[in-house]
């Protein structure tokens, strides 16, 4: 009696690991035709993109850019789909535990698969019409429409964009995919229900597991968007020296997130008054001082005549810090090269950094700012008057900035063209 009963209970694991798994891979076919469609919608978009905007020298000269730019963002696109999917994954791991619950789940799939997708084509096409506006993008600019005037904003968007036509062609969207969504899920009912029973009695704990483990896997990658030790993130989208290319690697919704980022940061930064200014110079200099940069600036020294007849080449080179105790050492080779100049030319050794970290150093003399979130937020068009690139704009010089790290770090790529666009203009 007791073999039976272990012979039966066995029996049974076994009949209800098959049925589940067989749930469990009608479940997956179906989020996988959803995932299919979302990153192929967002990659049509930035093929249409590039097909708008590139010129015949772009397309010519720089075919391995262009392959990589497409293949970044078919990761960036596939890291979105896998993250809005998610949660209707889970849900549907839990679903398919009884007949009832997954009946639920295959009713709920279509409406939910169909907002789903309303929200990434709304914003792909939202980021498409602000593509052709501002030939980038969405970026923190965007979120004027909640800090300016928002009625001026919205007036201007109904004047200049589609918008009833827009909301008309997303309502026949969602209806269009919540049929397309509805179709597709009884589809796999059917094909799969031929081959119930036999599935089920095939099925084997090992296989259910081992599948649920590859298709864990292949989501997890897909979230992360990398194999590697990080995941996909906003430096990943600098690929090439074009600024066209790099601005279609993100998708829309990537590109929203790092808008957001950046308005978080933006709403912190406080604006500076003349009479913040004038207290702060007057303590610091122990009289009253207005605030002006030429208290900074009133030792000068005479521009010699070579300098004025030929104007030299300036070249300013700032690197990661190194501590000082390293130099103490009677190690020949820790120099090298660098001995000579170290032993001959001018050398300081007795001074502390202002701040300890690249971007608090880069911005405080860039700019003499010490918010570190300034290239990031929304002054990072302003025509600063503390720009140290302003002396040498003004004399015609040309700036050439040179970084071994990525443009898109600190936002950088953005905000140091836009110190030299905004004096030039």
Known sequence: MSFDFQFIAIAKFLYYTGIMFDRYTKMIKTILGVWLLLVILQTASRIYLFTAYTTPEITAGYKADIARMFWVGAKYDMRVASIALILLMAIGLIAILTGKTYKL???AFPPLASIITFVIIFFTLSNIFYFHTFEHSIDVFAFSLIDDDTQAILATIWQDYPVLRFGIAILVAILLLYWLYRRWSQRIERQSAMNHVSFAK??????ALLVFLLVSALFFLGIRGSAGKFPLRRD?????????????????????????GDYRRA???????????????????????EPTLESFMADTRPIPPEAQATPPNVVFLL???MGSNLSLLQNPDLLGNFRQHWEEDFVFTRFLSEVSGTIGAVNRLL??????????????????????LKPYLDAGYKVVYI???????????????????????
């Open 319 to 321: 690197m990661e810090s």
């Open 403 to 425: 970084t071994s790290g990525s443009g898109s770090w600190r936002n950088l790529n953005v905000f140091v063209p836009n110190m030299e666009i905004g004096r030039a203009s």
């Open 367 to 388: 700019i003499w700012s010490a918010d570190e979130n300034i290239s990031m937020s929304r002054a990072q068009q302003t025509d600063f008057a503390s720009n140290m």
């Open 267 to 289: 709403s912190t930064f406080p604006p500076a008054t003349d009479e913040d200014g004038r207290r702060v110079l007057s303590a610091y200099f122990a009289a009253p001082t």
């Open 236 to 260: 990943n989208a600098q690929i090439s020296t074009v600024q066209f290319i790099n601005n279609l690697v993100p998708n829309a919704l990537m590109s929203l997130d790092w808008a957001y």
């Open 202 to 207: 095939r099925a084997h704990p090992a296989l």
């Open 105 to 107: 789940w295959l009713k």
